[in-house]
């Protein structure tokens, strides 16, 4: 099918990490949004604008359309809760860790789920990269005319919306419009909470994510325990080794501190927990679950059909931005096929099972942690090209981006920007084909 060039984002590196380098990269959908560096953005400005003045053709940017997951979050009730229970056994171990004996939960309950003031930060200079990057050629100011901001029901959408609102229009305070759908009618963004067809398929059927359980149950997660415990100083339960995951990751995220829940965990400890949460999400996000990702197809429908109507001069909107999850996220991106399948000639040769070797798992190509990570982001730029060499009519051509940076299709013959009839048949049977009503078993 399709297979799409991402090299400097899926390369496994040479060097053996550093505990740190992999405690910010390696954190399944909790890791950290990875910022493209300044040579980076200037890489791609200047690749655009030769890409905008190629064959015979002077291109513009007219749309913007981007689907974003929200920036880092405050852990939820769940997950407060239970690194509570493992702190309180932490505590009573014989020869407690010297940090959990003044470790309190720094955490507020009435914040659970919330986007996170570094998360807040991240959008803000996300809104602001992507207005140096492309600001030119757009309005300034909010008008209803010209830009959508859509988020789901779930608050930290909401912020990341207002956040990346504030830095896209520099800083300035405005009345910007936020449109959410009502709970149970958001089949673009929360596709995956109204396909009945869906929940029956895997929210319901426990073989659905058979692998994720076994390999709970697995000799190398029994290695792990026994690592944790050592490094805990005690005999800790499957449950704290799960819980402290979280607790590290969130320590990493939100707080910037690896001194304190990190300490409980070395390389290997880390790559397998990693590998442990991206089974869940491969089986129930992705390509080990056809349908998981099919069902993203409203989401891609409704980008098409922001930019045909510019096209038809049906719409003067230079920015649709809706705001979401990771949930929204990885389907699209396997929609998309920006995920590599770890499909292979037979099962002794999958990388998505729970006996796999930890060395064979730590060489697979679908990763949470570049697919999803907090404020992950895929953006589909339209350009309107004009022919140098007579009058004739304008041209529309798509610039796909994932987490800010450009990824071309061999179906486009590579070029960053790919005319729109090519994009559109790409993904026809998504686009034009794919009746999500029909398929999920919702009543029309």
């Not at 655009?48 to 880092?72: F, M, S, W």
């Not at 909401?158 to 896209?168: D, I, N, P, R, T």
Request: proline residues 5%; aromatic residues 12%; hydrophobic residues 40%.
């Amino acid at each position: 099918m399709l297979v799409l060039c991402w090299t400097l984002l899926m390369a496994v590196a040479v060097a053996t990490p550093s505990t740190s380098e992999v405690l910010t990269q390696h954190m399944s959908t909790k890791t950290m949004y990875p910022v493209p560096s300044l040579a980076e953005l200037k890489e791609e400005t200047e690749a655009e604008k030769q890409a905008a003045q190629e064959n015979d053709a002077l291109c513009r940017p007219v749309q913007l359309n981007y689907v974003i997951r929200h920036g880092t979050r405050f852990p939820t009730i769940k997950d407060i809760r239970r690194i509570n229970a493992t702190h309180e056994r932490l505590t009573h171990a014989s020869a407690p860790l010297a940090w959990t004996q003044h470790w309190t939960n720094p955490y507020d309950p009435d914040r659970a789920g919330w986007l996170a003031d570094v998360g807040v930060s991240e959008l803000i200079a996300m809104g602001k990269r992507l207005r140096l990057r492309f600001g030119d050629a757009f309005h300034q100011h909010f008008n209803s005319d010209k830009f959508v901001f859509e988020h789901t029901y779930k608050p930290r959408t909401k912020q990341s919306a207002m956040a990346f609102a504030y830095g896209f229009f520099q800083e300035q305070l405005q009345s910007v419009l936020y449109h959410t759908d009502p709970i149970g009618q958001d089949t673009a963004l929360r596709f995956f909470d109204n396909c009945p067809a869906l929940d029956l398929a895997v929210a319901r059927n426990k073989s659905a994510t058979i692998e994720h359980k076994r390999y709970r149950l697995s000799k190398q997660m029994h290695r792990n325990l026994r690592r944790f415990q050592r490094l805990a100083g005690q005999p800790l339960e499957q449950s704290d080794l799960e819980a402290a995951y979280a607790a590290c990751a969130f320590d990493v995220s939100v707080r910037g501190r690896l001194d304190e829940w990190c300490t409980l965990f070395d390389q290997e400890l880390l790559f397998s927990m990693d590998y442990f949460h991206d089974l869940k999400h491969f089986y129930k996000k992705s390509h080990g679950n056809a349908l998981a990702f099919e069902v993203a197809s409203p989401l891609l429908q409704a980008v098409h059909r922001t930019m045909l109507q510019r096209i038809r001069g049906e719409n003067t909107v230079e920015g649709h931005f809706r705001f979401a999850h990771a949930e929204t996220i990885l389907p699209l991106a396997s929609l998309l096929n920006l995920t590599y399948f770890d499909r292979h000639a037979n099962d002794r040769e999958g990388h998505f099972l729970a006996d796999t070797p930890l060395d064979i798992a730590t060489t697979r190509s679908f990763r949470g942690s570049k697919l999803s990570p907090f404020a992950a982001n895929i953006g589909f730029v339209l350009y309107e090209c004009h022919d140098t060499t007579g009058p004739v009519p304008p041209t529309y051509r798509v610039q796909t981006l994932f987490h800010e940076r450009t990824v071309t299709f061999p179906e486009c013959d590579h070029a960053r920007l790919c005319p729109f009839e090519r994009f559109e048949r790409m993904f026809w049977q998504w686009i034009h084909e794919y009746d999500f009503f029909s398929v999920c078993g919702v009543s029309g």
